[in-house]
């Protein structure tokens, strides 16, 4: 079946949403508003093709700090970034008080993150556990990068998840970087999805430039989670043109050639060529969502500007000692 076109608009509608976003908090973190950024741009259709195989509300994510595009694309707003990005007291994910991009929306079904790289799959399986215990007919989609696949916690959660045939797809973003290590100084195998079948599950790799070809990838591996057939893992090669995050300098270990190499396989500059190619997107409709995207990014930023922070006096608030 063919995707619908609106569907396919709408995809990158939110890729160009997620880029806009992030360019804009490179500018903020320039001009010292914001403390620290980890960007997305390079896997947005990774990330948008993997959220729209859910269905939101219903399924649960467990997305890392590189998600943006995956956290619009679940229903996130722009305001509920930038409040977490500024700090301030109504931040969504925890009222301020957690690293920028560790976001969760219980109302979204989005878990909280932790700094600790693959902690976050335990706890992904959890919920896939709880789950199919309640017959719930949901499925948990579990992201991280492949750095965080040479944790010991990701591969005791993703044997668990196989063990037990739980409805979870472990998404795999490759940009071929943790912070400065390279892929081939972090993992023997050529691909992460090569790890699967050692686990017993499905593993498959796809080109990360095209959200469609992603989306109906991770839509078949959604359909076996959902009818009772287990776990699938889906790494998505992408490219990663910024710094690991805004307190890295990578001229220290990676040629300016490399930078520009991923920049050019942008991955949505490859969408909107697809799109005008099929006749989709006409420049009228590109510059409405430019415009849209610029005054939805700009008013928010205005609003979690104003919103006050958290009370010095609650900052015990939730801690547990
Ligand atoms: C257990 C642990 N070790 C190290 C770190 C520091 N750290 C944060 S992100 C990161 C790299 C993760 O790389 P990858 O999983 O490939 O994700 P990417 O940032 O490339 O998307 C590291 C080493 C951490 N947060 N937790
Ligand atoms: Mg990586």
């Known amino acids: 079946m063919s995707l619908h076109e609106q569907t396919k608009l709408e995809m990158f509608r939110v890729m160009l949403l997620a880029r806009r976003l992030d360019e804009r908090a490179w500018t903020l973190h320039s001009e010292k508003k914001i403390s620290f950024h980890v960007s997305c741009i390079g896997h947005e259709a990774a990330q948008v093709g ?12 467990a997305p890392y700090y590189r998600d943006l595009a995956l956290m619009l694309s679940l229903g996130y707003r722009p305001l509920d970034v930038f409040l977490g990005w500024l700090g301030k007291g109504s931040d969504p994910a925890s009222g301020g ?13 989005i878990l909280p993150y932790s700094a600790i790289t693959a902690a976050s799959i335990p706890h992904a399986v959890g919920a896939a556990l709880a789950a199919k215990m309640n017959d719930e007919e949901s499925v948990v989609l579990a992201a991280c990068g492949e750095g965080a696949t040479s944790q010991g916690d990701w591969y005791e959660a993703v044997n668990l998840a196989a063990v037990q045939q739980l409805p979870i797809v472990f998404l795999i973003e490759n940009n071929g970087y943790a912070i400065s290590t390279p892929l081939k100084r972090q993992l023997r195998v050529s691909q992460v ?34 009818s009772g057939s287990g776990p699938s893992l889906v790494e998505v090669n992408v490219y990663r043109p910024t710094p690991h995050s805004s307190d890295d300098d990578d001229r220290l270990y990676r040629a300016r ?11 949505l500059r490859h969408t909107r060529l697809l799109l005008e190619n099929e006749g989709l997107l006409t420049a009228d409709k590109l510059q409405r969502f430019e415009d849209e995207a610029r005054s939805l990014i700009e008013d928010a930023l205005q609003e979690a500007l104003q919103a006050p922070y958290p009370k010095p006096a609650e900052v015990g608030e939730h801690v547990y000692a």
């Open 50 to 61: 993997a959220a729209f195989a859910l269905q939101r509300g219903h399924d649960w994510a």
């Open 97 to 109: 008080r957690q690293m920028p991009n560790h976001w969760s929306s219980r109302a979204l079904h």
């Open 193 to 226: 999805a090569a790890k699967a079948s050692g686990l017993g599950l499905p593993g498959q790799t796809i080109n990360g430039k095209d959200p469609f070809a992603v989306l109906e990838m991770v839509n078949q591996a959604v359909e076996l989670a959902r």
């Open 257 to 267: 050639e490399d930078v520009l190499d991923c920049k050019q396989r942008d991955p």
